[in-house]
């Protein structure tokens, strides 16, 4: 059984900088993609990051420079680091993942994902 908990989300001024976690269970092996997505009101859901458990990561365009995905060394928990944000950055953060190495155009793709946390709010103000 498949489990995405989202933590570390929360409120910070413009500039300011966050860490949110997925902690993922139930995925075994290494043909693993983990990505994070976030979903703003009255937005389409947005790819932000994602990585492969073989170390391969992407980085959305939009917020290329200021947000870095990492994985720890067990591979379960999958960080993202925000820094210099900003209120366009104020979403539900969401943590997807799919027991496959997707190809790298894939991975900010939405439909790609199997499985979906329930999200962590990031508000910028």
């Known amino acids: 059984h498949v489990q995405l908990v989202e933590s570390g989300g929360g409120s910070v001024q413009a500039g300011g900088s966050l860490r949110i976690t997925c902690a993922a269970s139930?995925?075994?092996?290494?043909?693993?993609?983990v990505a994070w997505f976030r979903q703003a009101p009255g937005k389409e859901r947005e790819g932000v990051a994602a990585i492969r458990r073989d170390g391969t990561s992407r980085v959305a365009d939009s917020v290329k420079g200021r947000f870095t995905i990492s994985q720890d060394n067990t591979k379960n928990s999958i960080h993202l680091d925000m820094t210099s944000l900003r209120p366009e950055d104020t979403a539900m953060y969401y943590c997807?993942?799919?027991?496959?190495?997707?190809?790298?155009?894939?991975?900010?793709?939405?439909?790609?994902?199997?499985?979906w946390g329930q999200g962590t709010q990031v508000t910028v103000s």
């Open positions: 997807a993942a799919v027991p496959v190495l997707l190809w790298y155009g894939g991975l900010l793709i939405p439909d790609e994902y199997k499985h």
């Open positions: 139930g995925l075994s092996g290494g043909s693993v993609s």
